[in-house]
């Protein structure tokens, strides 16, 4: 979702039927500040879509990042809309290649930045994908990044305040990857966390010293971690509230905290819960949470 002027929200979200050889479609409403809605688009597809990212644009619409999931067809759909949630133009980024766009940021809302996985050729393993695309869908350039024998993917991206490029993203099964690349995709840095056991990302955010703090799972809780302005990793916590517990999402509040926003598994009534975390400033975070130590 993006939060919008006077306290308007804009949501992306998916649609199916009980059949699934039949309703797909992608849904965009906007809410006022009451949470009432003021208008909806659903988008009507004849094949299975995922919608997972959205960026205003300068022109006061929206980038809306989408992927087609067909078994046959999987490919990234990119949809341009206007302030009203019609359609400008929807482009795929490649047909020949099988790819996924997991995070969409834009530069100034004419430029804009897709990260996610691509499968080359007849190999079964994924590369890790950056691609940078204008407001008229014209592919400016793409990066992969990826060893044979290795599934590397891009879960989550920022546009810094430099106007350069940090992402987030995984070595299947347990390492962390963090990269930055300037606006024209050259590498700037990169580093990687390894892990004893299976790890996810699912958030990146610029933090206000610059750095920048990641969420995720690992091993059923949900982690923290803290990196500084060149993406060195300097500190981590985690946090299990009742089973299987993972962070999706992140904030920084005014006092420095950090907002997680994610789920847990309640055993008692077996359903799935959302939690909301402030945790304490990250610069007291291994002495008031328990450090991850690589575990």
Same mark, same amino acid.
């Given at each position: 979702?993006? +939060?919008?002027?006077?306290?308007?929200?804009?949501?992306?979200?998916?649609?199916?039927?009980?059949?699934?050889?039949?309703?797909?479609?992608?849904?965009?409403? =906007?809410?006022?500040?009451?949470? =009432?809605?003021?208008?909806?688009?659903?988008?009507? &597809?004849?094949?299975?879509? =995922?919608?997972?990212?959205?960026?205003?644009?300068?022109?006061?619409?929206?980038?809306?990042?989408?992927?087609?999931?067909?078994?046959?067809? =999987?490919?990234?759909?990119?949809?341009? /809309?206007?302030? #009203?949630?019609?359609?400008?133009?929807?482009?795929?980024?490649?047909?020949? $290649?099988?790819?996924?766009?997991?995070?969409?940021?834009?530069?100034?809302?004419?430029?804009?930045?897709?990260?996610?996985?691509?499968?080359?050729?007849?190999?079964?393993?994924?590369?890790?994908?950056?691609?940078?695309?204008?407001?008229?869908?014209?592919?400016?350039?793409? +990066?992969?990044?990826?060893? +044979?024998?290795? #599934?590397?993917?891009? +879960?989550?991206?920022?546009?810094?305040?430099?106007?350069?490029?940090?992402?987030?993203?995984?070595?299947?099964?347990?390492?962390? $990857? $963090?990269?930055?690349?300037?606006?024209?995709?050259?590498?700037?840095?990169?580093?990687?966390?390894?892990? &004893?056991?299976? /790890?996810?990302?699912?958030?990146?955010?610029?933090?206000?010293?610059?750095?920048?703090?990641?969420?995720?799972?690992?091993?059923?809780?949900?982690? !923290?971690?803290?990196?500084?302005? #060149?993406?060195?990793?300097?500190?981590?916590?985690?946090? &299990?509230? !009742?089973?299987?517990?993972?962070?999706?999402?992140?904030?920084?509040?005014?006092?420095?905290?950090?907002?997680?926003?994610?789920?847990?598994?309640?055993?008692?009534?077996?359903?799935?819960?959302?939690?909301?975390?402030?945790?304490?400033?990250? &610069?007291?975070?291994?002495?008031?949470?328990?450090?991850?130590? #690589?575990?």
């Amino acid at each position: 979702f993006i +939060k919008n002027n006077n306290d308007h929200y804009t949501i992306l979200g998916n649609i199916s039927g009980i059949d699934s050889s039949k309703t797909h479609g992608l849904l965009l409403l =906007q809410t006022d500040s009451n949470g =009432q809605i003021q208008w909806k688009k659903i988008y009507n &597809k004849d094949f299975p879509v =995922q919608g997972t990212g959205i960026v205003k644009t300068s022109s006061g619409g929206y980038m809306l990042l989408e992927n087609i999931v067909d078994k046959k067809n =999987q490919t990234i759909l990119l949809i341009n /809309v206007d302030i #009203n949630g019609n359609i400008i133009w929807e482009k795929t980024y490649n047909d020949s $290649l099988k790819s996924f766009g997991h995070s969409i940021a834009s530069l100034d809302g004419k430029n804009f930045f897709v990260g996610g996985y691509q499968l080359s050729g007849d190999r079964i393993d994924s590369d890790l994908l950056i691609f940078s695309f204008d407001n008229t869908g014209k592919i400016i350039w793409t +990066k992969t990044i990826g060893v +044979k024998g290795y #599934n590397e993917v891009c +879960k989550s991206l920022y546009v810094t305040k430099d106007s350069s490029i940090v992402l987030a993203g995984e070595i299947f099964p347990s390492t962390i $990857l $963090l990269i930055k690349m300037d606006k024209k995709g050259n590498l700037i840095w990169k580093h990687s966390l390894k892990f &004893k056991n299976s /790890v996810s990302v699912n958030k990146i955010k610029e933090l206000e010293d610059g750095g920048s703090a990641i969420v995720g799972e690992i091993k059923r809780n949900v982690f !923290l971690i803290k990196t500084d302005n #060149n993406g060195n990793f300097i500190r981590s916590g985690q946090y &299990k509230f !009742l089973k299987n517990s993972i962070g999706y999402d992140i904030d920084e509040a005014s006092d420095n905290s950090i907002v997680i926003i994610g789920t847990t598994e309640d055993d008692v009534l077996n359903k799935s819960n959302n939690f909301l975390l402030n945790t304490y400033s990250l &610069k007291q975070l291994n002495s008031t949470n328990k450090v991850m130590d #690589n575990n």
